[in-house]
């Protein structure tokens, strides 16, 4: 238990078809983060809440991305038209505890577009 | 843009050996940096975090930091073979309140029994 759950772990698509992820922190936390992280690479940010305020989002979040924290709470990320190119690993991460700001991520869900 | 880059891997070390994985970093204003390990399939796991110049040790790992350098290291003393992972730096952005991490490709630890 990470102290984030993100559902569905694992989803496989059809190219052009819509699909959404979702994010649940175990409790509250002001701040929630997108990163995507494809084979090889580090994580790399794609955007970023303040409770339900979306404050940054990154170059990679093209118009066919959308994220929602619609009660400072769970988040969701929809892409559009899925392309091959957006397999990846989706990672939710909130502030760390102990009074350090690491994240915490949650265990991701893996897309595969086909 | 803001970069990190580690060392290239893979690295490959003897059981009981010290692995040393290293990371550079381009803003100069960072004043946190942390150490994520991540088994395969699985997501990223903090281990280690530095904010002061100098070493900080939590059992057998060692995180080294050197600002004027703009340099990270981490030591894993004594490797086991569950040590084998992909090691990330992070680095917390400096400037604004967003405390964005970015993060460098990783370095690919293999620990041999």
């Known amino acids: 238990d990470t102290g984030v759950s993100q559902n569905p772990r694992h989803k496989i698509t059809k190219r052009g078809q819509n699909v959404t992820f979702r994010c649940d922190p175990i409790?509250?936390?002001?701040?929630l983060y997108w990163y995507r992280q494809t084979l090889g690479q580090g994580p790399e940010f794609l955007t970023y809440f303040q409770n339900e305020a979306q404050l940054e989002k990154s170059r990679l979040l093209s118009d066919r991305f959308s994220a929602e924290r619609p009660k400072g709470s769970f988040s969701t990320l929809e892409i559009q038209r899925t392309e091959q190119g957006d397999s990846a690993m989706y990672l939710c991460?909130?502030?760390?505890?102990?009074?350090?700001?690491?994240?915490?991520f949650g265990s991701g869900t893996r897309l595969t577009v086909v | 843009q803001k970069e990190v880059e580690q060392n290239s891997g893979p690295l490959s070390v003897p059981e009981g050996a010290i692995a040393s994985l290293n990371c550079t970093y381009s803003?100069?204003?960072?004043?946190?940096f942390f150490w994520y390990r991540q088994y395969s399939g699985k997501s990223p796991e903090l281990i280690m975090f530095?904010?002061?110049?100098g070493d900080k040790e939590d059992g057998r790992f060692t995180a080294q930091l050197n600002k004027a350098s703009q340099y990270v290291s981490l030591l894993i003393r004594d490797s086991q073979p569950s040590d084998s992972a992909t090691y990330l730096c992070a680095v917390r952005d400096s400037g604004g309140s967003n405390y964005k991490l970015t993060f460098g490709k990783g370095t690919l630890l293999t620990v041999n029994p």
């Open positions: 991460a909130i502030p760390g505890t102990g009074g350090y700001f690491g994240y915490t």
């Open positions: 803003d100069r204003g960072s004043q946190s």
């Open positions: 530095i904010y002061s110049n």
């Open positions: 409790s509250e936390h002001n701040r």
